[in-house]
């Protein structure tokens, strides 16, 4: 096995995740089979009871792990499903030792952190890193490994040092560390500053780390006396000195690897140039060029409760993204904070309720995420009102769902008190209530998380014919409330269809209004599986709608059979759909309506 670590210097929000996926996508089109690993030195066990303002969106795994949103970028760019294991927090790793201190596997040694801690994070590395997340048996060739936090932060110093260790246990050509840091430019004298690397490395190296290869983060490509300045100072040959600059959109940043051949340092240091194939990114290049070159816009209002920091919908944003690049629009986001839109804004702060109603009502379609507790509650139930009534595209997920089915109630069924148990534990007309397998007591996990299987019970619904018409289908779920199953005859007699539910009936995973152009809410969050080229088919159905091209969507669901995937060789295979002329990946990228990588 070989390991690719990329850490960061000088400060946060570097793009380190962006840089492990994009490395991790190089090497697989070079004919690798890769995975990765994401540790996150805070003391959480995992991601899941974070507040997304402060951190971002929790993702979820198949196997219901809430993991860092940096594995969302993984599966993204990488194409593969990652397990909870693939995300180690210093949390996991100290209940893991702790419980075997307890159970005396220590034989009464000290336990200390040094050798037992650190011992653990590579134990776990290594168990980690065997785990098959491409779909075929046995490890992966290469693991990515990215290093969270910034070096000289103190919490990540037990990851440091056990990295320190790993190297010199599994030699330096199977190690190669890769130092993601600021270059900046101060504005008065417009030279490319190289002090602050300079000290990063310094620290690094310090701490028993020295990085083989620089990415260095600026607003313009490094300058050549710039290369060769940071290749003196910090000990690394000047080819291996990359800049990670500005660009248009992150899909950009594997083809600035490729063309500073950063993909051939990695192999001189891994050893591997004699087995590598080209990189094979041509799809991937059409795809970042033409997104840059979209200009007929879609205009989407996201209604959420975190718009602060738009991280907190990544996996949203992605997948509006991948949509509207499949269907050739340049998409224009509106977030829209939901509380805004409420009564009671509109006596304290006028002037935006006024700009939240505007950005809604100009909108070509609405989208309306999940979330946890009362704030922004009313906000949404009125935009998903405004879109039933005016015939706008509609896409609720999770809450957003609930709430449609909230709506209804209220306006269509008369039910002025209908409510979520989550939201009025003594609410007459409970249309959403607590699962019976969660936990009101613990919060960490306990929800309904992970991969469920949702059956069509109506195979002439628009949900049934996005996704290509399928008896069932595999999404990912996070939730700890759902529908009233004793109140669905009275919404379904209504007008307001359950076209997806799971295996038992008793659970309802999509809802659908069938005499509206586009009105659908989903339990389960289809974002997570959206994927550049393979839009969820919820988002392009979103899209498609928004855009007047429903019907064009639905036509091509039912007839595409196969997509064009990145094959372990580095090559495309070929693929064709019904009726169409046989020719290769690269002729149909032009020929198709939608995108692929």
């Known amino acids: 096995m070989k390991y690719v670590v990329v850490s960061g210097g000088v400060v946060s929000g570097l793009g380190k995740g962006v840089t492990a996926s994009s490395i991790g996508l190089i090497l697989k089109s070079c004919g690798f089979r890769v995975t990765a690993i994401k540790i996150d030195p805070y003391l959480n066990i995992d991601a899941g009871t974070m507040s997304p303002i402060e951190h971002g969106e929790v993702y979820v795994l198949d196997d219901g792990g809430e993991v860092d949103l940096d594995l969302g970028n993984y599966e993204r760019f990488m194409d593969i499903k990652l397990t909870r294991e693939n995300n180690i927090t210093t949390g996991k790793v100290y209940k893991h030792v702790l419980e075997k201190e ?308 209220r306006t269509v069924l008369g039910m002025p008190d209908a409510n979520s148990t989550e939201l009025d534990a003594n609410t007459k007309n409970p249309c959403v209530i607590f699962m019976p397998e969660g936990s009101k007591t613990h919060m960490g996990g306990t929800m309904r998380l992970g991969s469920r299987r949702t059956y069509f019970h109506a195979k002439d619904s628009k949900s049934a014919k996005l996704y290509g018409s399928k008896a069932f289908v595999d999404e990912r779920h996070r939730h700890r409330y759902e529908v009233n199953p004793a109140m669905v005859p009275r919404f379904e007699s209504s007008g307001l269809t359950f076209t997806g539910k799971d295996e038992t009936g008793q659970r309802m995973e999509i809802i659908e209004l069938p005499n509206h152009p586009f009105y659908i809410g989903a339990q389960f969050h289809p974002e997570y599986k959206s994927r550049p080229g393979k839009p969820s088919p919820l988002f392009l159905g979103l899209i498609g709608a928004a855009s007047g091209e429903l019907d064009s969507v639905l036509q091509q669901s039912c007839q595409e059979t196969v997509v064009p995937r990145l094959q372990p060789n580095g090559k495309f295979e070929r693929v064709y759909w019904k009726g169409a002329p046989k020719k290769p990946v690269s002729v149909l990228y032009s020929l198709c309506d939608r995108v692929y990588s």
Request: proline share 5%; net charge neutral.
């Open 102 to 409: 307890r159970r005396g596997d220590y034989l009464g040694k000290t336990v200390q952190v040094v050798p037992h801690i650190t011992d653990a994070i590579q134990e776990w590395i290594e168990r980690a890193a065997r785990i098959p997340v491409d779909g075929q048996s046995g490890p992966a060739d290469v693991c990515v490994i990215e290093l969270g936090g910034t070096i000289g932060d103190i919490e990540s110093m037990p990851f440091i040092e056990a990295l320190g260790q790993f190297s010199y246990r599994v030699g330096s050509e199977n190690f190669c560390l890769i130092h993601v840091s600021l270059v900046p430019v101060l504005n008065v004298v417009g030279e490319q500053k190289t002090k602050p690397t300079q000290h990063s490395v310094r620290d690094l190296r310090g701490l028993g780390l020295s990085p083989n290869i620089l990415a260095c983060r600026s607003t313009k490509p490094l300058e050549d006396n710039v290369k060769a300045k940071l290749s003196q100072f910090c000990h690394v040959p000047m080819e291996n000195v990359v800049t990670l600059y500005d660009c248009p959109n992150i899909w950009h940043i594997p083809l600035l690897l490729q063309e500073q051949k950063a993909h051939e340092a990695i192999l001189r240091v891994l050893n591997l140039k004699g087995v590598a194939k080209e990189p094979a990114l041509e799809e991937w290049s059409l795809m970042a060029k033409m997104t840059d070159k979209l200009h007929v816009p879609v205009r989407i209002a996201v209604v959420g409760k975190y718009t602060e920091l738009l991280d907190s919908y990544l996996s949203i944003h992605k997948a509006l993204l991948h949509a509207s690049v499949a269907r050739r629009k340049k998409l224009v986001i509106d977030w829209i904070s939901a509380s805004d839109l409420e009564q009671g804004v509109k006596k304290e702060n006028p002037d935006a309720y006024k700009a939240a109603w505007k950005l809604l009502k100009g909108a070509d379609g609405v989208l309306v995420p999940g979330g946890f507790g009362h704030r922004g509650v009313e906000g949404k139930i009125l935009a998903a009102k405004y879109a039933r009534e005016n015939r706008v595209p509609y896409l609720g997920i999770c809450l957003g769902m609930q709430l449609a089915v909230i709506e209804f109630a």
